[in-house]
């Protein structure tokens, strides 16, 4: 076996032949940069190469962000079941060793060099590994190989596929790259989930039935419910919506969350705890950030205390009559002033009654012209779905803002959270 580095472009070299498979893999790159689909762009890739250097033989294999191995992303003449795999670990792989070094290799024969294992199969007569080389160093590796009619790779042969490697890198890093976004998009999307301890649906708790309707927006609203039963059969409930969108805002939720189920103890005040959350939201939010909350406490007896910061006034829909209520005290959305005044008020509750808690973004839907949903909208749906079970209602008014909206996408977080005052439980 002889292994060769590379050297100096040899004259004999298809210049032609080469500049066109360049320009294919340039035509290439283009045409995927629409695409989100990593191994079907590394096996159109992969055949260009395989085209302008002869191969019968050949794989792509890019470093696997999850795992750090090696994935063989694309082959061509390989059996198809070895595509999508991580390569077990090995202590001499050649492949291992050309990713390390960032060195390609020149394969002639049998392979026995005590820095590598095994040998090429018996009818390859000729091999080429070689890095690829993106900006941020060595993301994979290129395998080429030959057998039979097709003849040995010689020296100019690898001075072809490194001019080709630099332009399947190029692309390649764009790949990998679209991957990573997507798993971060993904990863996004499942963040509520993984948060959300009131999930859209019926709880029924003691005294009061729970529901909350969520149509998410794909850009990540970060709207967020929580609930804390007391021993003394009260409970305290939040309902928080963020503003931005993406991961800043999923992390602010997530923040509003923590510190809500921290300080949401028997006995304390709707007002005081949006009071503390104000300040710790200040000292941890970046510049830009803030949260609008509801926070209430219920009480066995048909109690429920209120406090808002600068979440729209929920308000009261009575089982008997059509006199909404209100619940319009509390203070500045949490998180800009540290030293906000927050305030609440009480209401008694009739076996039946419900609050509403409505996000601006089904308030602030548009349609067409303009127009928004707004609370007057809000109020009317919950007059005519109050006999309906309590999550109906709550999804009845997302629905009718969805149904409002001259996109099928929300823009932010549609989000309903309501309870019910009720003798069972």
């Known amino acids: ?21 360049i320009r294919r893999l340039d035509e290439a790159r283009r045409e995927l940069a629409v695409r989100i689909d990593p191994s079907g762009a590394c096996a159109d890739l992969l055949a260009i190469v395989v085209e302008a250097t002869q191969a019968s033989r050949a794989s ?17 003449g390989l059996p198809v079941d070895i595509v999508g795999r991580d390569l077990e670990h090995a202590k001499r792989r050649i492949s291992d060793w050309v990713l390390r070094e960032r060195r390609p290799l020149l394969l002639n024969g049998v392979v026995k060099d005590q820095r590598f294992d095994g040998s090429a199969p018996e009818e390859v007569e000729s091999a080429l590994c070689l890095p690829l080389l ?30 080709l490697g630099r332009s399947l890198s190029g692309a390649l890093e764009e790949v990998l790259e679209r991957q990573i976004a997507e798993w971060g998009w993904q990863g996004l999307r499942a963040a509520p989930r ?20 969520h149509f998410a927006s794909p850009l990540g609203g970060g709207d967020v419910s929580e609930r804390v039963a007391h021993g003394d059969g009260s409970q305290t409930v939040m309902t928080a919506d963020v503003t931005g969108q993406g991961a800043e805002a999923l992390a602010a939720g ?20 949006a009071t503390r959350m104000n300040v710790e939201l200040c000292r941890r939010l970046g510049k830009g950030g803030a949260v609008t909350l509801w926070i209430a406490t219920l009480s066995s007896n048909g109690a429920l205390v209120s406090c808002t910061a600068g979440f729209p006034p929920p308000f009261c829909v009575p089982m008997e009559s059509d006199d909404v209520r209100l619940l319009e005290a509390g203070g500045p959305l949490a ?55 309590l999550d109906r209602l709550a ?31």
């Open 335 to 389: 998180g800009v002033v540290p030293d906000a005044e927050y305030h609440e008020q009480t209401l008694r509750l009739l076996p039946g009654d419900a609050v509403l808690a409505v996000s601006d973004g089904v308030l602030r839907a548009r349609d067409a012209t303009g127009q928004e949903f707004g609370p007057a909208r809000a109020e009317e749906i919950a007059i005519e779905q109050r006999r309906q079970p």
């Open 194 to 213: 993984a948060t959300r301890r009131i999930m859209p649906g019926l709880f029924q708790s003691l005294r009061y039935q729970v529901a909350l309707a």
């Open 395 to 425: 999804e009845a008014i997302c629905r009718g803002a969805q149904e409002h909206m001259a996109s099928s996408l929300p823009v932010d977080d549609l989000a309903v959270f309501a309870v019910r005052y009720s003798r069972d439980g």
């Open 134 to 163: 993106a900006r941020g160093g060595a993301i994979g590796v290129l395998n080429l190989a030959r057998s039979g009619d097709a003849g040995r790779f010689e020296p100019v042969d690898l001075a072809t596929a490194e001019h």
């Open 60 to 76: 792509l294999m890019l470093t696997n962000p999850r795992t750090g191995r090696l994935r063989i992303m694309a082959a061509f």
């Open 254 to 273: 997530a923040l509003a969350q923590g510190l809500f189920l921290a300080l949401a103890e028997v006995g304390r005040a709707p007002a005081v705890i």
């Open 1 to 21: 076996m002889t292994l060769g580095m590379p050297r100096e472009p040899d004259s004999r070299a298809p210049v032609l032949e080469l500049a066109a498979a």
